[in-house]
């Protein structure tokens, strides 16, 4: 990430992105440090979600769920302190049933595309847009022919790797480095408009790390949350999402060989959640940038 006089960032954090299937709980972060123009961070990574209770349009299904989740993560540097980020995963979802019926969907999920602005040189603050767009239709859109009745046709397209809609959300990112301690926090809030009958919602995330042995291993957690600014139509059918999500991480670099070549390792949980499985994940991810 860019480095700055006395506000540096460290080298090669940037969160393992998780896409916790029907919930994006842990989107990866950019963070508040825009990268100069030209410059990049690119990252592999996989996550695995498991849940007791799977949710569908905010609706329990009743079964299990587990999912697992590959993705392309990039952060591009450009003209005017402006950065762009962009996220592509497969989701690979599975429902189960006590009865031995499983559901299985191979389908691209909700990609994201953000904006980030370093509105003041020399100061960790952004002014960014998220976008978050469905790569799918989901099932409540694939018309009669898509009823859960029809297994196992409708094994393919259930259950959904997400709600399906638009999500919009302007936010502001903040970070502070601790230099010269190795050691950095961050913080970001948003409102998010959620387009497709879904009610809005207030973003909020923090982080924080530290380097225990400086530029080769940190030490890091991470949370948001989303709260929902109002009630649903019709919840029987189709109700919005709102979470709270917590992870811990470990990050590795190759250096002093390599120094931006990154492995991370996390875990999370989801201690709350209304409308949405309450589940636990595991991924990694393999990072580099330049």
């Not at 997400?162 to 961050?186: E, M, R």
């Not at 982080?207 to 949350?225: I, K, Q, R, S, T």
């Not at 999500?245 to 209304?274: C, E, I, M």
Request: glycine share 12%.
């Amino acid at each position: 990430m860019k480095h700055l006089p006395t506000l540096a960032p460290p080298r090669c954090v940037a969160l393992l992105g998780l896409g916790a299937l029907a919930l994006t709980a842990a989107p990866a972060a950019a963070g508040p440090w825009v990268r100069d123009p030209g410059h990049a961070y690119v990252k592999l990574g996989a996550s695995r979600f498991t849940a007791d209770e799977g949710f569908n349009q905010g609706v329990s299904t009743g079964l299990a769920y587990e999912g697992i989740t590959s993705s392309l993560y990039a952060e591009v540097g450009l003209p005017a302190r402006l950065q762009l980020v962009a996220e592509l995963p497969f989701v690979l979802g599975v429902n189960r049933s006590e009865a031995g019926v499983n559901y299985h969907n191979r389908t691209l999920g909700d990609s994201r595309l953000q904006l980030d602005w370093g509105a003041w040189e020399g100061l960790p603050l952004t002014l960014s847009l998220d976008a978050k767009l469905p790569l799918y239709t989901p099932l409540a859109r694939q018309g009669a022919d898509a009823q859960l009745a029809d297994f196992p046709q409708s094994a393919t397209r259930f259950p959904d790797p997400g709600d399906g809609n638009i999500d919009l959300t302007p936010k502001v990112q903040y970070g502070h480095s601790f230099h010269p301690l190795p050691a950095w926090a961050t913080a970001e809030l948003g409102y998010r408009a959620r387009l497709g009958g879904f009610t809005d919602g207030l973003w909020a995330a923090a982080g924080a790390g530290w380097f225990v042995w400086p530029e080769h291993v940190a030490l890091g957690v991470y949370g948001n949350a989303v709260i929902n600014l109002g009630q649903d139509d019709d919840p029987m059918v189709q109700a919005t999402r709102e979470f709270v999500y917590l992870q811990g991480y470990l990050l590795l670099t190759a250096a002093p060989w390599v120094k931006d070549l990154g492995l991370t390792l996390s875990a999370g949980v989801l201690p709350w959640a209304r409308n949405a499985a309450a589940g636990r994940d595991l991924g990694l991810g393999i990072s580099y940038a330049y």
